[in-house]
Antibody
Framework: QLQLQESGPGLVKPSETLSLICTVS??????????WGWIRQPPGKGLEWMGS???????YYNPSLKSRVTILVDTSKKQVSLKLSSVTAADTAVYYC??????????????WGQGTTVTVSS | EIVLTQSPGTLSLSPGERATLSCRAS???????LAWYQQKPGQAPRLLIY???SRATGIPDRFSGSGSGTDFTLTISRLEPEDFAVYYC??????????FGQGTKLEIK
């Protein structure tokens, strides 16, 4: 079945750029019925949607992060990448990749990666 | 911006009891765009309910969702030990495109 796997550095210095990759396996990244998104969760806190991308490259970002977030898709590698610039300690979180259903009657996040912890510290 | 407010913050119940979790939106949300997730410690969220009342694949029928407009409810008819977790509601469609409630922790009494 479809699986998502996040990867990237677990430690990032303040003011630098956080970079993560989500690799899709067991299914297509190019389905017309899905977006692919990044969601994060600071320690002990709730979930925050960061942004989403369609296989064509069309993106939507959370306005609260828009100036710092870039999400890209590489369909040949079946990967979705996340870049978050100018990070601070407030960006310390578990970062999840998820598949976002996009069809009439269903707009939920139906498959999630296991998440990867990123700590921002010098 | 739509804000989702979940109540209660913590719900203490015993196995076998019925759980009722609330999600209230600051503006009307189409029921098509409302989902519920379960998250256990150290795990990713899992989709339970989409379109306010449709169970996701593999979700037991003791989980049900209802509601419309600004008030939505997740009901667990008879709690099993594995149901004690944090539950989030989520809406799609209004800026930001996706937003979550702050969560309800369901704990064993």
């Amino acid at each position: 079945q479809l699986q998502l796997q996040e990867s990237g550095p677990g430690l990032v210095k303040p003011s630098e750029t956080l970079s993560l990759i989500c690799t899709v396996s067991g299914g297509s990244i190019s389905s017309s019925s899905y977006y692919w998104g990044w969601i994060r969760q600071p320690p002990g806190k709730g979930l925050e949607w960061m942004g989403s991308i369609y296989y064509s490259g069309s993106t939507y970002y959370n306005p609260s992060l828009k100036s710092r977030v870039t999400i890209l898709v590489d369909t040949s590698k079946k990967q979705v990448s996340l870049k978050l610039s100018s990070v601070t300690a407030a960006d310390t979180a578990v970062y999840y990749c998820a598949r976002l259903k996009y069809s009439p009657g269903n707009y939920a996040m139906d498959v999630w990666g296991q998440g990867t912890t990123v700590t921002v510290s010098s | 911006e739509i804000v989702l407010t979940q109540s209660p913050g913590t719900l203490s119940l015993s196995p076998g009891e019925r759980a009722t979790l609330s999600c209230r939106a600051s503006q009307s949300v189409s029921s098509t765009y409302l989902a519920w997730y379960q998250q256990k410690p150290g795990q990713a969220p899992r989709l339970l309910i989409y379109a306010a009342s449709s169970r996701a694949t593999g979700i037991p029928d003791r989980f049900s969702g209802s509601g419309s407009g600004t008030d939505f409810t997740l009901t667990i008819s008879r709690l099993e030990p594995e149901d004690f977790a944090v539950y989030y509601c989520q809406q799609y469609g209004n800026s930001p495109m996706y937003s979550f409630g702050q969560g309800t922790k369901l704990e064993i009494k």
